[in-house]
């Protein structure tokens, strides 16, 4: 049996943890070519880490 976790449990684009395990959650949508992009992070802190 596989599981899939790519669409449900994304990893912090900036830490690596897996955003489901907090409930500080933050994505950001870009749009790239005209498809979206959803970038997840764990936190205001790596958001913030991420964009500097
Ligand atoms: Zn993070």
Redesign the pocket.
Known sequence: MIDSVDEDEPD?Q??G?TVASTDERRVVTTIEEGTAIHTH???DD?LAAWKS
């Open positions: 912090c900036y830490c943890l992070f764990c936190s790596c």
